[in-house]
């Protein structure tokens, strides 16, 4: 088996054993959900209450979700190999999460 292999399925599967983000206790809402953007996440809000999300609390982070396909990659030939073959990687085509709110207020 190539390096290049071991590596991508090693990465892959860390990337998948992740557990969801945590809100830190001192973060408004508006600050966790645009860490969570930060970090490439589509996120999800569904809130209790109507007060504007300046005065929403967190109360849960959950359902990060992830999005893979594999791809073909090309060695050109510069590689260590340098026998043009491919190998299949897997990518992260999007990921999203979901925030539950306390908007009330």
Do not use: K
Not at 19 to 33: G, K, R, V, W
Request: aromatic share 2%; charged share 15%.
């Amino acid at each position: 088996m190539r390096p290049i292999t071991v590596t991508a399925g090693l990465l892959a599967a860390a990337l998948l054993a992740v557990p969801p983000p945590q809100a830190a206790a001192d973060q408004t809402a508006l600050e966790t959900i645009g860490m969570l953007e930060a970090q490439g996440y589509t996120v999800n809000v569904d809130r209790i209450g109507s007060a504007p999300l300046e005065q929403c609390t967190v109360t849960g982070i959950r359902n990060p979700q992830r999005v893979t396909r594999w791809v073909n990659v090309e060695d050109d030939g510069w590689g260590t190999h340098g026998n043009g073959d491919s190998e299949l990687v897997e990518i992260v085509v999007s990921q999203s999460i979901s925030v539950s709110l306390d908007c009330n207020r």
